[in-house]
């Protein structure tokens, strides 16, 4: 049986880098996160190898950066000398010359097909990120052409229809891949048509489903047929700002707009602004929010503090418990902002308003 991304037992692992031609003051930093805690490990050359060693509860994702001077991480620059990669259990041998990112990795089945995978989806990937660099150098001028801007939009809009075609075609042809159902987690994004990704799922292997990730995946698909168009809201009961516990169902007969955000989240403050504009414009036509917020545990004055900046003047409720919020995972909430808009019996009628879309819904909705 493959080793399998998610299995929940610790697995030591040794990680040797050889490099030629390098000065001795070289170091190289490792960088991974075991869920909730990030590692951080360094190590110097001895005997002509780097070693590194630890446990891991199953593959992760890791980065090692090459540090030529010795100065330190945080030294490194904006185009520091890094390699990604996967750590796996037992002894992984990465070996270069004077750069790490030109190493080749031996010794592990993950990495192998983390490469494949990589190979797989390179040209639309390269393609997005030349866009992306010529996005990022062009004029002012240039990007107050509406004609170029649009020619860049449209550019990475089918750069980014190739890549998923291409993730597609690897899910088929790979069942038993870690990286299939990472590229299917990427393609679902944070909401998704149950009618499309259930039956992708669904064609990957039983090792693959019975991984930890695996099985957050099928409970996504869960929550998202429990929160779909046409479904009735799961109820919930969750403290607001005086402790006092808040009932979606005390919102029966109105129209509500449950609203995910927290204050440490840059994209819901610039939103805020939009839910606060239609609060004010319907809050007197049968219409209100309900706002979830996903601060961390022991912040409450900076939940507090950004209701009162952002004037957010309508119920709002957390457990202070980060993307551990029962609510949001009761919603599938794994992206915020998020937010569906129920109607007086209780049913998601839309999902995911943003800006001039949660105008349009509610001006459609509020003058029936």
């Known amino acids: 049986m493959l080793p399998i991304i998610g299995l929940a037992q610790n697995s030591a692992f040794t990680l040797k880098v050889k490099l030629d031609a390098i000065p001795s003051a070289t170091k190289l930093y490792l960088s991974y996160n075991i869920p909730g805690k990030l590692i951080t490990d360094s190590a110097i050359l001895n005997k002509g190898l780097f070693i590194f060693n630890g446990t891991i509860p199953y593959p992760?994702?890791?980065?090692?950066?090459?540090?030529h001077n010795g100065t330190g991480l945080k030294h490194l620059g904006n185009d520091p000398d890094n390699l990604t990669f996967f750590l796996d259990s037992g002894e992984i041998d990465i070996n270069s010359t004077d750069s790490i990112k030109k190493s080749i990795i031996t010794g592990s089945r993950i990495n192998t097909e983390y490469l494949k995978y990589k190979a797989f989806i390179a040209g639309p990937v390269k393609e997005m990120a030349l866009i992306a660099n010529e996005n990022a150098a062009a004029t002012t001028d240039q990007k107050n052409d509406a004609q170029f801007m649009g020619d860049i939009s449209s550019r990475l809009k089918q750069a980014a229809e190739n890549k998923k075609?291409?993730?597609?075609?690897?899910?088929?042809l790979n069942p038993n891949s870690e990286f299939s159902l990472g590229a299917l987690h990427e393609i679902a994004g944070s909401h998704f048509d149950i009618a499309i990704i259930e039956p992708l799922y669904n064609s990957l292997s039983a090792n693959i489903k019975n991984t930890v990730a695996g099985k957050e995946f099928a409970k996504a698909i869960e929550a998202a047929r429990t929160t779909a168009v046409g479904s009735i809201a799961p109820a919930f009961t969750q403290n607001d700002v005086n402790d006092k516990p808040v009932s979606l169902?005390?919102?029966?007969g109105k129209y509500v707009l449950l609203d995910f955000w927290a204050s440490w989240c840059a994209p819901c403050r610039a939103e805020n602004p939009n839910v606060l504009k239609a609060y004010q414009q319907y809050h007197d036509k049968n219409f209100t929010v309900l706002s979830v917020s996903l601060d961390r545990p022991g912040k409450k004055d900076a939940w507090l503090a950004a209701i009162k900046t952002d004037g957010l003047n309508?119920?709002?409720?957390?457990?202070?418990?980060?993307?551990?919020?029962q609510v949001a995972k009761q919603y599938g909430v794994t992206t915020i902002p998020q937010n569906f808009l129920i109607d007086p019996n209780g049913k998601i009628i839309a999902e995911n308003l943003h800006g001039d879309e949660l105008q349009k819904k509610l001006a459609e909705v509020l003058s029936r």
């Open 60 to 67: 992760l994702k890791a980065q090692l950066w090459m540090d």
């Open 249 to 252: 169902a005390d919102f029966r």
């Open 314 to 325: 309508w119920t709002q409720v957390s457990d202070l418990n980060f993307w551990n919020n």
């Open 165 to 172: 075609e291409l993730q597609l075609q690897y899910i088929k």
